[in-house]
T-cell receptor, first 113, second 110 residues
Framework: SQKIEQNSEALNIQEGKTATLTCNYT??????LQWYRQDPGRGPVFLLL???NEKEKRKERLKVTFDTTLKQSLFHITASQPADSATYLC????????????WGLGTSLAVNP | GAGVSQSPSNKVTEKGKDVELRCDPI?????LYWYRQSLGQGLEFLIY????????KSGLPSDRFSAERTGGSVSTLTIQRTQQEDSAVYLC????????FGEGSRLTVL
């Protein structure tokens, strides 16, 4: 069956460092992958989308890579700030069909001042 | 409105009661989704509305769950005869490419 895994352990890093979060998947060939941020008691907020034919996507301090051979996406936050502390979710999608998004459980990131 | 609005934000009910959860999506977004998020679980797809098409109900966990979308805008998720395992956060999202989520309705069934 389709499976998606994110770092199960919470990630604690020092302010200013780069945070790297991992999303691995099996038994699936997604057309795209999305990353969302979720704060406690809030709904997820979209951050970035990367398509299967893209290797890397950047947005301000965020960078996402997508390796369809390794079946892995890496999510990087450079120059991290305490305000980046949240849970980060990855979701895999098939072509043109958001209802088939497969969600990871998320990775909790804490950036310490 | 500016974002997706859900109500109530919190609902505590007794087992066996019916509950209604409301979602007011972003104006003009024709696709609307309901998800359920439980502690330690990933987001679980429940139902999808797209324009005038028949909704995709394939994610509804039982026939106690139903949803409507009136006038292509506001949606209501109804859970009849609630059970303790229905306790979760129910999230509504509308799509403009990526998903725009509401803040969720936290349901606790005692």
């Amino acid at each position: 069956s389709q499976k998606i895994e994110q770092n199960s352990e919470a990630l604690n890093i020092q302010e200013g460092k780069t945070a790297t979060l991992t999303c691995n998947y099996t038994n699936y060939s997604p057309a795209y992958l999305q990353w969302y941020r979720q704060d406690p008691g809030r709904g997820p907020v979209f951050l970035l989308l990367i398509r299967e034919n893209e290797k890397e996507k950047r947005k301000e301090r965020l960078k996402v890579t997508f390796d369809t051979t390794l079946k892995q996406s890496l999510f990087h936050i450079t120059a991290s700030q305490p305000a980046d502390s949240a849970t980060y979710l990855c979701a895999l999608g098939g072509a043109g069909n958001n209802r088939k998004l497969i969600w990871g459980l998320g990775t909790s990131l804490a950036v310490n001042p | 409105g500016a974002g997706v609005s859900q109500s109530p934000s919190n609902k505590v009910t007794e087992k066996g009661k019916d509950v209604e959860l409301r979602c007011d999506p972003i104006s003009g977004h024709t696709a609307l989704y309901w998800y359920r998020q439980s502690l330690g679980q990933g987001l679980e797809f429940l139902i999808y509305f797209q324009g005038n098409s028949a909704p995709d109900k394939s994610g509804l966990p039982s026939d106690r769950f139903s949803a409507e979308r009136t006038g292509g805008s506001v949606s209501t998720l109804t859970i009849q005869r609630t059970q303790q395992e229905d306790s979760a956060v129910y999230l509504c999202a509308c799509a403009g490419g990526e998903l725009f989520f509401g803040e969720g309705s936290r349901l606790t069934v005692l």
